[in-house]
């Protein structure tokens, strides 16, 4: 069951980063001058695909999995895919490398609980 603050982080997530579609014309344009360097257009791409990789993540994430911790890993799957050149069309792989990545650290053993403090 997902906790009361996680509820609370995924709405104020996908508040903030509520952006409108862009063309595929200014994806490929973008994606092709980040590719070359250029880090105001890969900022901007990322930007533009923060929402759909949250919605893609809140499909795929294990009941009880922080969140936080998801989107976390989802965002870095996006950076990923922007950046690598021998992909064509980051987001026709998005829903599956997230997937993967979450499968990935789902299986991770947890680190053991610190010593509390008294």
């Not at 923060?50 to 893609?56: N, W």
């Not at 050149?85 to 979450?102: C, G, N, Q, T, Y």
Request: proline content about 5%.
């Amino acid at each position: 069951m997902k906790s009361i603050g996680d509820n609370d982080f995924l709405e104020g997530y996908l508040w903030g980063v509520h952006r409108g579609a862009i063309s595929r014309r200014d994806e490929r344009e973008l994606l092709s001058r980040a590719r070359s360097g250029d880090s105001l257009a890969l900022d901007s791409l990322i930007q533009n695909y923060l929402e759909l990789t949250a919605l893609i993540t809140l499909k795929l994430v294990r009941e009880g999995f922080p969140m936080r911790t998801a989107i976390q890993e989802s965002n870095a799957v996006l950076t990923n895919l922007l950046q690598d050149s021998s992909v064509e069309e980051p987001v026709l792989l998005l829903a599956d490398m997230i997937h993967r990545a979450l499968q990935r650290i789902d299986r991770q053993p947890s680190a053991p609980p610190s010593p509390e403090r008294e």
